[in-house]
């Protein structure tokens, strides 16, 4: 300890006072000690109060310890208190004690004294250094939109922010002596997954999770909540307590939402003009062809290959918004897969007048499956190859027959992916720092392709050397349902 140490000693004998300071001078203690020899200085001394311990003599004629201890608390002083006596019994210090002494010191074994003060003192400092910054962090913590609560090991609360009060109506009283059952606050529908990430925290499997979840407040409202959750563990590796940060999201659920329905609204209406559009093109393409005018006929097949371009981006848009709403349907029938390549890649090669596509597809196969999605996926890996090798001009599609199923593989000589960016690729929204302004996209056509293909029991996976170009690889069971 570096500061001079400052102690009120409570002692009527000024030859014991005297011992007291030398035992603490004799241990190179540098203390300033104020002695006080009745109630009324004890209690100036308390009023004006400065120091960082106080050492108390038991009896002092009409006064003694345990009025002294008493006043102590009773100003709300909290320094180590320590108790300096002539003989004392067990059980006197087990009482002197429990009612709030730090240590006691019997007086001829004053030798213990120097050690009992530095580390009372010390024990205090660090205590209240924990308190201030257990106080600092509530603070914060309730200053932002985040409700803190603590729950024990079975999952039932023990704290409840003020801001956890806000949120969900309860006050903290209420919603403690209330949980009967766990999970009172959230939503029915909600509850048994919720329950059983809970369970897996509780166990110890899960040591961190975020969830978004509905909730029911005290007066009955659904509200959509984001918790980050975390599991507080004794060192022997038992959980002793979870921690949640709650945050209300009900109003970015609802804007969200809002703009899932908008999407899914435009995408829709985007479709039924677009396909009238195609068949009035196919109509007029006919006509053309009876008559012969091969300058018109070639722009209405132009335009019909770019009408195609946008019908499967509307596709895709959908797609993904049904994907969102657990909604996207299925049409499963058995088909020749090669064949469905090779109508893609022809449709594609239509399109794209700076690559050659090239199709060295191996022995076919039937699948079952929904031909439209996964000639959707095609399009899309392959379209992607397109787009991100804008200086090579050409792609290899190819499929090999596997004992069982079979493998379709789209390589491109283009820009590469880094490792770095491995499965996110599958991510919505995800999109290659530092390609998003050269490439146009919306980050969602492998999220799309890949729950596809994951529905189909299949996988979807690449290989990449940046600068050289990447292939990416579908794997398809014959038959998913088998
Ligand atoms: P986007 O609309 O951005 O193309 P995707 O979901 O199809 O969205 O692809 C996600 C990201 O993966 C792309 O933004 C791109 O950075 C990267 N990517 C996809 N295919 C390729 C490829 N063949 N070569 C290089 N990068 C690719």
Not at 66 to 85: D, R, S, W
Not at 172 to 177: A, G, V
Not at 245 to 270: F, G, M, P, R, Y
Not at 448 to 457: K, Q
Request: with cysteine; charged share 25%.
């Amino acid at each position: 300890m570096t500061n001079k140490i400052k102690i009120l000693h409570l002692e009527d004998t000024p030859e014991d006072a005297e011992l007291i300071a030398r035992e603490l001078k004799k241990a190179k203690i540098d203390a300033r000690i104020v002695v006080v020899n009745d109630r009324a200085k004890f209690a100036r001394a308390l009023d004006n109060f400065i120091y960082d311990i106080i050492l108390s003599d038991h009896s002092l004629g009409s006064f003694d310890s345990h009025e002294a201890l008493q006043m102590v608390k009773e100003a709300g002083i909290t320094v180590p208190f320590i108790l300096i006596t002539s003989a004392m019994s067990d059980e006197f210090a087990v009482a002197v004690m429990k009612e709030g002494a730090h240590d006691y010191i019997i007086k001829d074994r004053l030798q213990r004294l120097p050690s009992a003060v530095i580390s009372s003192i010390n024990k205090h400092r660090l205590e209240e250094e924990q308190q201030s910054l257990h106080e600092r962090l509530f603070f914060h913590i309730e200053n932002t939109p985040l409700g803190f609560i603590e729950w024990d090991n079975r999952g039932f609360a023990k704290t409840w922010s003020k801001r956890a009060e806000e949120i969900f109506g309860w006050s903290e009283e209420e919603f403690i002596e209330n949980q009967k059952t766990r999970f009172n606050h959230v939503y029915e529908e909600d509850r048994a997954w919720v329950s059983k990430i809970s369970d897996q925290m509780s166990s110890g499997e899960l040591e961190r999770s975020r969830v978004q979840n509905r909730n029911i407040t005290k007066d009955g409202r659904v509200i959509w909540c984001e918790w980050f959750n975390s599991v507080l563990k004794d060192k022997d590796g038992k959980v002793k307590m979870f921690m949640s940060l709650v945050q209300d999201i009900t109003e970015k659920k609802q804007l969200e939402l809002q703009k899932d329905n908008l999407l899914a609204t435009v995408s829709h209406e985007l479709k039924t003009p677009l396909t009238i559009i195609k068949t009035y093109g196919q109509i007029a393409a006919g006509m053309l062809e009876t008559k012969c005018d091969a300058d018109t006929l070639s722009m209405i097949k132009k335009m019909d290959n770019q009408v195609n371009k946008l019908s499967n981006l509307i596709e895709t848009l959908l797609d993904f918004t049904k994907i969102q709403e657990g909604k996207l349907i299925y049409n499963e029938v058995f088909f020749d897969f090669n064949e469905l390549v090779k109508e893609v890649v022809d449709d594609m090669q239509k399109i794209s007048s700076t690559h050659e596509i090239r199709n060295n597809s191996d022995k076919t196969a039937t699948i079952f499956g929904d031909k439209n999605k996964l000639s959707q996926v095609i399009y899309n890996v392959i379209s992607n190859a397109i787009k991100y090798s804008p200086q090579a001009n050409n792609i290899l599609v190819s499929s090999k027959l596997h004992k069982d199923g079979i493998e379709l593989s789209v390589q491109d000589f283009g820009i590469g992916i880094l490792a770095q960016d491995g499965k996110n690729v599958f991510e919505q929204f995800y999109r290659i720092s530092g390609n998003q302004s050269t490439f146009p996209g919306m980050g969602i056509g492998l999220f799309v392709c890949s729950e596809i293909i994951r529905i189909h029991g299949g996988r979807i996976w690449f290989t990449s050397i940046i600068g050289k170009g990447s292939t990416f690889y579908i794997w398809l069971p014959f038959d998913h349902r088998n």
